[in-house]
């Protein structure tokens, strides 16, 4: 086609007639294509004569005299194209005009295909609209800007919903409090318009380039007459509902952490999913164990290239190949084969294609004891050498019932305070989740209250006592208990935020049923000279909404690994008794 008469003045909208001629058919040969050139050059001269050099509007539609024809070509095939987005947008703006307040106000528009952030996402597929439950935003109050390039929707039952749980000291009431405070930043930016979605990065958080809305007029929905529709949940569903039909075909999903809402949801033929930016793994089986097994080939392969040293009770070896990637800072590595010799090893450096492994102390041997612990099977070694390392500042220990972890633990801090003189004291805390019925208030002070969530410690103390004054007699075993108890200081969570422990050797048990931002809080107490061990069995979660993959003890290894003051290991096999490594099978 013909291009446009230039503009007779800089930066002017060209005439709705100029976009309404017709393509002429090409013809393949240069005779025509030049045929078609001359007119465009003459007709251009003239306008490109009154006009200044440095033109810009008028230089990209009138090509120069000294183009050559492939250029004026191009841009003949390019003319029809560009009026495009000037038609659709000015389509858009007429449509804007005549909407009425329920469409503008209900949710948002379908995004144009020319704005720029539909350009941006693309590549992924066309975005979505979330609808949030009101446990999404109690469980995580940054959920609003996990959900990348997508657009947020919430129903205003969920805003009354967040407004009934604002009151209190618990997690839930500060999550509240926190979810409020953002969306009244979101609401108070500058420009925000509610009527056009909020932009979730205008209090700077990059990561979310989506719109939150609200709903700010009744929405038209029908449910099935089971559904009582003054119960909040409900009401929620009939805004998804609502909205699938007034953005169709755009995807429209809810978000919600509870089950039973996402099953009704499916039930009535909506998108529905559950809440996955929390966790840090998709599976418990991804997370990173801390030991390594070497190939069966291992030997054989960089045998000849192993360099090795003696440095004072370890042995060192230097080596290369394919395995080295796979390797992280204080992880432990094992080879075992018929014939070969045997290697129990812990990285301790990594220099791009080499790595140093170093022996380990065997505490499996009776003068190796420790507080007259000795271990019983590899992981427990491994452990070991982890609680007794002075430069290991943060261990993490999981497992099964009966592998040892409190036991291994305990071991270790009474010899490095009574013994070592390393730490002054040990500090033992737990999270309080009850496995059944809660037994109600508990009298007496810190820690009489903690006492019975102790039962573990209890029970390992009088092993260890008994190990260590077994041929004192009575007098002596009452006197060791005693100094022991000494020693030991039982601690609640609820009272840890804002101190902070000076070379002290801190035990969290049953770390498992903290939350990530609880793990933090309790970490972040560590001041110089401190060591922090958390302890805890995966498959006993007892805390609410929280799974193997969202788990603060799942998070504090994943997030820790590869550190040089941190180490962590899976203890596979129990050893409590035969009975209980039997039950932990089969139950």
Not at 105 to 113: L, M
Not at 348 to 361: D, F, G, N, P, Y
Request: net charge positive; hydrophobic share 40%; charged share 20%.
């Amino acid at each position: 086609m013909p291009l446009p008469p230039a503009p007779s003045r800089r930066a002017a909208l060209l005439a709705p007639e100029a976009f309404e001629v017709t393509a002429r058919p090409r013809v393949a040969t240069t005779s025509a294509n030049e045929a078609v050139a001359m007119p465009q050059r003459a007709a251009a001269a003239p306008a490109r004569a009154g006009r200044k050099a440095d033109d810009s509007v008028a230089s990209s539609l009138a090509a120069p005299d000294t183009a050559p024809l492939l250029q004026i070509e191009t841009r003949t095939r390019t003319a029809a194209p560009s009026a495009a987005p000037v038609a659709r947008s000015t389509g858009t703006r007429k449509a804007r005009g005549t909407a009425t307040p329920a469409a503008v106000t209900a949710g948002p528009a379908p995004a144009p295909a020319t704005t720029t952030r539909s350009r941006k996402s693309a590549s992924h597929g066309p975005t979505k609209l979330f609808v949030l439950d009101t446990n999404v935003l109690l469980h995580d109050p940054t959920s609003l800007f996990r959900f990348e390039e997508h657009d947020i929707f919430l129903p205003m039952i969920v805003l009354e919903e967040l407004d009934g749980h604002k009151k209190g000291m618990t997690e839930v009431a500060r999550n509240g409090r926190q979810a409020s405070r953002t969306l009244d930043a979101l609401a108070a930016a500058q420009g925000a318009d509610m009527a056009k979605g909020l932009k979730l990065d205008s209090t700077g958080q990059r990561a979310a380039g989506g719109h939150l809305f609200f709903q700010t007029v009744p929405l038209d929905y029908s449910l099935p007459t089971s559904l009582p529709p003054g119960k909040a949940d409900n009401q929620i569903l009939g805004v998804v509902e609502a909205l699938r039909k007034l953005h169709s075909p755009r995807e429209v999903v809810l978000v919600s952490k509870d089950i039973n809402m996402r099953v009704k949801a499916r039930a009535l033929g909506l998108n529905a999913e559950d809440y996955q930016n929390d966790k840090t793994l998709e599976d418990g089986d991804l997370l990173y164990a801390g030991v390594l097994a070497l190939p069966p080939d291992f030997w054989a392969k960089s045998g000849k290239n192993v360099e090795s040293w003696q440095s004072g009770a370890h042995t060192y070896y230097r080596i290369g190949g394919p395995i080295v990637p796979q390797l992280m800072i204080n992880q432990f590595v094992y080879f075992e084969a018929p014939g070969e010799p045997s290697l129990f090893a812990r990285v301790s450096e990594i220099r791009e294609k080499t790595a140093v492994l170093q022996t380990l102390k065997d505490y499996g041997s009776t003068k190796n004891a420790v507080w007259g612990v000795t271990t019983r099977n590899r992981e427990q070694n491994y452990a070991m050498n982890l609680l007794m390392d002075p430069e290991i500042d943060f261990v993490t220990l999981t497992g099964t019932a009966g592998t040892g972890k409190t036991l291994l633990a305990l071991a270790a801090g009474l010899t490095q305070v009574l013994d070592d003189r390393r730490y002054t004291e040990i500090i033992m805390t737990r999270a309080t989740v009850s496995v059944g019925e809660d037994i109600g208030f508990l009298p007496g002070t810190e820690e009489e209250k903690m006492g019975p969530w102790m039962g573990a410690l209890d029970d390992n103390l009088e092993f260890l006592a008994k190990g260590d004054g077994g041929n004192a007699g009575e007098w002596g075993r009452a006197a060791t208990n005693e100094l022991i108890r000494s020693r030991i200081k039982i601690k609640s969570m609820n009272f840890m935020r804002g101190r902070t422990f000076l070379n002290k050797y801190v035990i969290i048990d049953e770390a498992q049923n903290l939350t990530p931002k609880q793990m933090k809080t309790l970490i972040t107490r560590a001041g110089p000279g401190t060591k922090i061990i958390c302890m805890g069995n995966l498959a006993q979660i007892d805390t609410p909404y929280l799974t193997e993959g969202s788990s603060g003890l799942t998070y504090a290894v994943d997030r820790f690994k590869g550190w040089p003051h941190s180490g962590h290991i899976t203890l596979a096999r129990g050893e409590r008794s035969r009975l209980a490594d039997f039950a932990s099978e089969v139950l």
